[in-house]
């Protein structure tokens, strides 16, 4: 049975970081595209960051550009966010997703971030 378990999230003054991890069991997972997404209250849910197997060229949305990092640990099938500089409009729920695209697609059951200001 795949699993995917969140952790890291919390509440975080503005300007503060978080490290979320998102681990997966169940089947191996090392060649599948990993991400993290995120919804705020009253929106849908936005695509924050993405990162192949390789790990190379990682996609960032323009929001988060220059304040996240993605990375991945194949060996630990975990995924990571690396959050720095967070700001109130980072708050939500943060989900990882495993596969997509040609691979089947898997669902962590999300995080809270919340950032005060």
């Known amino acids: 049975q795949v699993q995917l378990v969140e952790s890291g999230g919390g509440l975080v003054q503005a300007g503060g970081s978080l490290r979320l991890s998102c681990a997966a069991s169940?089947?191996?997972?090392?060649?599948?595209?990993m991400g993290w997404y995120r919804q705020a209250p009253g929106k849908g849910r936005e695509d924050v960051a993405r990162?192949?197997?390789?790990?190379?060229?990682?996609y960032y949305a323009d929001s988060v550009k220059g304040r996240f990092t993605i990375s991945r640990d194949n060996a630990k099938m975990t995924v990571y966010l690396q959050m720095n500089s967070l700001k109130p409009e980072d708050t939500g729920i943060y989900y990882c997703k495993v596969g997509g695209g040609s691979y089947p697609e898997y669902w962590g059951q999300g995080t809270q971030v919340t950032v005060s200001s």
């Open positions: 990162i192949n197997w390789s790990g190379v060229n990682p």
């Open positions: 169940g089947r191996t997972f090392s060649t599948y595209p």
